[in-house]
């Protein structure tokens, strides 16, 4: 059966099922769907030949995996804000992604993860930075959200609340990958080769849904940069950077080079172009990823989902992992441009 279930998951790819991602669809030519979910896994500049029948099959089956998690809570009515911290979840246990498990490491050779999550139904939001010995830091995201009065805790403040919380801890240890732990070692060694950028672009988990009564949820979660310093943060934990939501206009969740997602104010200025400007999601997004932030040189790509249940899936890299579940459906995965 597993078999199957991947032999079915090469041929979407090879197919190129993921070709109505880039485009979305328009709510002018359907109904709104009675639920939608949206994933990433990162934007960044990614070789094809790296991608071995194999690996392109492992990252498909893990990004269908959390479309099926946060989708199953969906067809049962459940909330989008339950379904995206479910997608989530599952991409930060795996080591595929530059997110929880699979975090890339800081100068200091340690895991420091940021995440977010936000509420379009109540304009709540929670996050953490800089954490590292939380398993699922979007779960505590949503503790800060739910069960704090504050929106944003940082470091061992926020551990320490997570801990009160009764979340999973777990050793430092447990954040350790080979992979990761060569790309540190090899950004250090470009350090000082180059003395200038150090760090690596792409990473990041996020995700986007529309559940039954219309209400919208946005969550990112990431390592952040291999080899950031200082206690970098970058826009993953940050409302209106790197994630926002709200029932009005959509959701959104960001990847790629932090610091020009929050100078742009890149999540908010996509639900601000739907509200005041009346441009339609991938109009907007499009503008935002392709014009704006390439011409400031910036790396990225965003998921989106506007009310109307459109999706928007850009990116200016040369790939991003991304795929979308809509009702009786099967998730639909891609990874570089053409897809
Ligand atoms: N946006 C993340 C950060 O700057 C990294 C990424 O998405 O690759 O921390």
New binding site residues.
């Given amino acids: 059966m597993k078999n199957l279930i991947s032999l079915f998951l090469l041929l979407m790819l090879a197919a190129g099922c993921g070709q109505a991602t880039d485009k979305g669809s328009k709510s002018s030519d359907r109904e709104r769907p009675q639920w939608a979910i949206v994933v990433h896994g ?3 500049m990614m070789e094809r030949s790296d991608f071995t029948p194999e690996i392109r099959q492992a990252y498909a089956e893990k990004l269908s995996e959390a479309l099926n998690a946060g989708g199953s809570i969906l067809e049962q009515g459940g909330a989008s804000l339950d379904a995206v911290e479910a997608a989530v979840r599952v991409l930060e246990d795996s080591p595929l992604f ?1 997110a929880g498990k699979g975090a890339v490491f800081s100068a200091a050779g340690i895991n420091e993860m ?1 995440a977010s999550v936000m509420d379009g139904k109540t304009g709540k939001a929670g996050a953490v930075a800089g954490v590292t010995v939380i398993r699922n830091p979007i779960s505590a995201a949503r503790r800060v959200m739910e069960a704090s009065p504050h929106v944003m805790l940082a470091g061992t403040g926020a551990e320490a609340f997570a801990t009160e919380q009764g979340l999973t801890i777990v050793d430092k240890s447990y954040f350790y990958t080979e992979v990761r732990w060569q790309s540190l070692l090899k950004a250090r060694q470009r350090a000082e080769e180059q003395a200038t950028d150090t760090t690596e ?4 988990v996020g995700c986007v849904a529309l559940d039954k009564n219309g209400n919208l949820a946005a969550a ?1 979660s ?4 291999t080899n ?1 310093k200082y206690g ?5 934990p940050i409302i209106g950077a ?1 994630t926002y939501a709200d029932n009005a206009t959509c959701a959104v969740s ?6 020009y ?1 929050i100078t742009n104010a890149v999540a908010y200025d996509v639900a601000a172009r739907l509200k005041y400007l009346g441009q339609p999601l991938q109009e907007a997004t499009g503008e935002i990823i392709n014009t704006k932030l390439k011409q400031q040189g910036a790396e ?1 790509g965003l998921i989106a989902i506007d009310s109307a249940g459109n999706i928007a899936m850009p990116f200016n890299t040369s790939g991003m992992f991304r795929g979308y579940l809509l009702p009786d459906s099967l998730p639909k995965i891609a990874i570089f441009k053409d897809e």
Avoid at 201 to 204: I, L, V
Avoid at 232 to 236: L, N
């Fill in positions: 990162g934007a960044g530059n940021d672009k792409h990473g990041t990112t990431t390592g952040g940069m950031k970098r943060i970058g826009d993953s790197g960001c990847t790629g080079h932090g610091e997602f990225g």
